[in-house]
C-alpha cells in the first residue's frame, strides 16, 4: 500500500487566493482526519471524517477553512481567502477504526 | 476532554547513553497512548500504542515506554541512543479507547538531539 497521499507537498500561494490542499487515504480505511502543525500550536485536529461524512469540526479555525470527502479515497482541505497565518504543515492521517492513525508526508503552506 | 504533557522541548543525550522522554496525560475515560517520531519534513510515524493490554510496551527502533495509572505517565525509553534517533517524537492520548474514532490529542513534542 502507498500509504496515506497528500498533494501537493508544498504549496506558496498569495495572500487572499484560495488553496485546496488534497489527501488519498488508505484504501479501507473508515476514518480521515486534517491536522494542522506550527510551532506556536503544535499539532492541532481541524476536522475528520467517518465514512466519508464529517463528525467534528470544532477544531476548524474560521469559516475560510472547509473540507470535503465526496468519496472514500478523497479529500479536500480548502482555504478561502488565504491569510499569513495560515502558515503550516498540514497533514492528513486515516484510521482502520483501530487504535492507530496513519499519516501522509504533509503539506506545507506559506502564504505570502 | 483529554490533554497531553511532555517534560522538556528538547532533550539532548551522548550516542550510547539511555533515552528518556517524558509524557503524562489527562483523560476522563481509559486512555490508549501513543508515540509517534517525526524526522524533518516527513510525516508522523507510529512507534508505539499502549491499547490496554499489557503496560509495558514494546515498539519499532528499540523503543518502549510504560503505561503507569497511578502517576497518569507514559514515558518513553531506549537503553543505547544512535544518532539516527535523531528527530522529533510526540506523545498523543485517545479518549474514547480507539485511536481512530475521535482523533489524537497531541502534546507539543520534544526534540532527540543525539551527541556524538
Known amino acids: 500500500d502507498a500509504g496515506v497521499i497528500q498533494s501537493p507537498r508544498h504549496e506558496v500561494t498569495e495572500m487572499g487566493q484560495e488553496v485546496t490542499l488534497r489527501c488519498k487515504p488508505i484504501?479501507?480505511?473508515?476514518?480521515l482526519f486534517w491536522y494542522r502543525q506550527t510551532m506556536m500550536r503544535g499539532l492541532e485536529l481541524l476536522i475528520y471524517f467517518n465514512n466519508n461524512v464529517p463528525i467534528d469540526d470544532s477544531g476548524m479555525p474560521e469559516d475560510r477553512f472547509s473540507a470535503k470527502m465526496p468519496n472514500a479515497s478523497f479529500s479536500t482541505l480548502k482555504i478561502q481567502p488565504s491569510e499569513p497565518r495560515d502558515s503550516a504543515v498540514y497533514f492528513c492521517a486515516s484510521s482502520p477504526d483501530t487504535a492507530e492513525a496513519f499519516f501522509g508526508q504533509g503539506t506545507r503552506l506559506t502564504v505570502v | 476532554a483529554q490533554s497531553v504533557t511532555q517534560l522538556g522541548s528538547h532533550v539532548s543525550v551522548s550516542e550510547g547513553a539511555l533515552v528518556l522522554l517524558r509524557c503524562n496525560y489527562s483523560s476522563s475515560v481509559p486512555p490508549y497512548l501513543f508515540w509517534y517520531v517525526q524526522y524533518p519534513n516527513q510525516g508522523l510515524q507510529l512507534l508505539l500504542k499502549?491499547?490496554?493490554?499489557?503496560?509495558l510496551v514494546k515498539g519499532i527502533n528499540g523503543f518502549e515506554a510504560e503505561f503507569k495509572k497511578s502517576e497518569t505517565s507514559f514515558h518513553l525509553t531506549k537503553p543505547s541512543a544512535h544518532m539516527r534517533d535523531a528527530a522529533e517524537y510526540f506523545c498523543?492520548?485517545?479518549?474514547?479507547?480507539?485511536?481512530?474514532?475521535?482523533?489524537?490529542?497531541f502534546g507539543k513534542g520534544t526534540h532527540l538531539i543525539i551527541q556524538p
Open positions: 498523543a492520548v485517545s479518549g474514547l479507547g480507539r485511536g481512530g474514532a475521535d482523533g489524537l490529542t
Open positions: 484504501s479501507g480505511h473508515d476514518y
Open positions: 499502549y491499547t490496554s493490554a499489557a503496560t
